[in-house]
């Protein structure tokens, strides 16, 4: 799963991910509905420095959330494509737009969240945690993922 590739619709900014990302989400919030013009959006969560660009650069674009928390979404200068967020102010972690990837059908989404805003005609994946809102990590993401996180915030605030 490593050497993803990925651009936005113009192909002026392209990247590749080094490794697998952390987890994939299937976010169903009335926010990523808005932001995407989507029923939801999928989310490929990897640290930021396991995406590579190759060509181009993203420029971040802050926009409002219901939680309030910052979240710039980074676009392509020229197309203005959505390639991947930061939720949180959180420099070490990208949100990446698997719609993005050359082949977005390499990654499934690991859980559904904030189901509660769900679209009624969205069929979920059978055997897919689902959440009405937000979850526990530690109880849903795999071990090994957590030990990446981890290490990538500490990485961010010198622990």
């Known amino acids: 799963m490593t050497g993803l590739t990925g651009r936005c619709a113009c192909?002026?900014?392209?990247?590749v991910l080094t490794t697998a990302p952390m987890f994939v989400h299937c976010c169903h919030c009335l926010d990523c509905q808005r932001q995407t013009g989507s029923a939801f959006v999928l989310n490929a969560l990897i640290e930021t420095d396991r995406i590579r660009l190759t060509a181009g650069m993203p420029q971040p674009a802050p926009l409002p959330t219901d939680s309030g928390r910052p979240h710039d979404v980074y676009r392509c200068p020229a197309c203005l494509a959505a390639v991947w967020s930061d939720y949180g102010g959180r420099s070490w972690l990208r949100f990446v737009r698997v719609?993005?990837?050359d082949n977005p059908a390499a990654?499934?989404?690991d859980v559904h969240i904030y189901t509660r805003s769900k679209l009624p005609w969205v069929v979920l994946?059978?055997?897919?945690?689902?959440?009405?809102?937000y979850y526990d990590l530690?109880?849903?993401?795999?071990?090994?993922?957590?030990?990446?996180?981890?290490?990538?915030s500490g990485r961010a605030t010198g622990r």
């Open 107 to 109: 990654l499934a989404p």
């Open 125 to 133: 994946s059978a055997g897919k945690p689902a959440f009405e809102a």
């Open 11 to 15: 192909g002026a900014v392209r990247y």
């Open 138 to 152: 530690d109880a849903v993401w795999p071990p090994a993922s957590l030990a990446r996180r981890r290490a990538a």
């Open 99 to 101: 719609g993005t990837l």
